[in-house]
């Protein structure tokens, strides 16, 4: 009689992992969370200002970094436009630098919402993501910049004499590097979602079509040129990262509890 009282038990691949969010999450309104984001994005952008304002002390030497590839001094067409490619050099240092802080503000923002076990995987994917953006920046630097430029640069050279401008030059360059490290944050995004049971492994692998135009539009985005050679030397990068996802995501379900 008693053991026909008992609850089944559940098996652990079909139970996930959860527990409660806080009260303070539940108990606040809309307006409440406005009032966080508000918060939220005032600290990222006081943060992102000193950054860029520490930034303005090296901006120069790292404008000069940024030109080397190219091996000639750099056109410009007006006469502020060396102190505005200035300014936008030392803003993506300051956003690279600040980058920890930032998205730290985000996941705060996101954290109160979320439970236990979920709140500890978002501090500890913090370091990650500081570093894979760091390994997009770089691997648009050294791997894609070179092939870029030698293509662009060579294209119907007998006919065109290459001269470009600072400000074209510079905003190819720092489109490059700060949207390809922005995307290699893609798989650990991914895996944090899978392991909250909000995406799915196999809802990945069913939309590659989906991604595989997502990435074409991304790339069509991130290079500014028209050219399929530069296009495509980014997109190849995007979907094995969108193919890394699927295996994290699979990964992740599976330690979520979650059966896939």
């Known amino acids: ?20 969010p806080d009260d303070d999450a539940a108990t606040m309104g809309f307006l409440d969370h406005l009032s966080e984001l508000r ?48 300014f936008r050099v030392a803003l993506l240092s300051g956003g690279i630098i600040g980058i920890p802080w930032i998205t730290w503000q985000l996941w705060m923002f996101i954290v109160p919402g979320l439970r236990r076990n979920e709140k500890r995987m978002v501090r500890i994917s913090l370091l990650p993501t500081t570093l894979l953006f760091l390994t997009g920046v770089a691997f648009a630097w050294f791997i894609l910049m070179p092939a870029a430029l030698h293509f662009l640069s060579e294209f119907q050279s007998d006919i065109f004499e290459v001269g470009w401008t600072a400000d074209q030059y510079v905003a190819f360059v720092t489109s490059l590097l700060f949207w390809l490290g922005a995307s290699f944050e893609m798989p650990l995004i991914f895996y944090l979602l899978s392991r909250m049971g909000l995406v799915s492994p196999g809802a990945l692998r069913r939309n590659w079509r989906v991604a595989v135009v997502g990435t074409a539009v991304i790339a069509a985005i991130i290079t500014p040129t028209i050219d399929p050679f530069n296009m495509l030397l980014v997109m190849g990068p995007l979907l094995m990262l969108y193919l890394l996802s699927i295996i994290l995501s699979r990964v992740a379900y599976r330690q979520g509890g979650f059966a896939s």
């Open 1 to 20: 009689m008693d053991s026909q009282l008992k609850p089944a038990r559940q098996s652990p691949a079909t139970t996930p992992n959860l527990s409660p």
């Open 39 to 86: 918060d939220r994005l005032i600290r990222a952008a006081i943060g992102l200002a000193i950054t860029t304002g520490i930034s303005l002390l090296f901006a120069g030497q790292v404008l000069e970094y940024l030109a080397t590839p190219f091996g000639e001094r750099l056109q410009t067409l007006g006469p502020t436009e060396g102190v505005v490619i200035y």
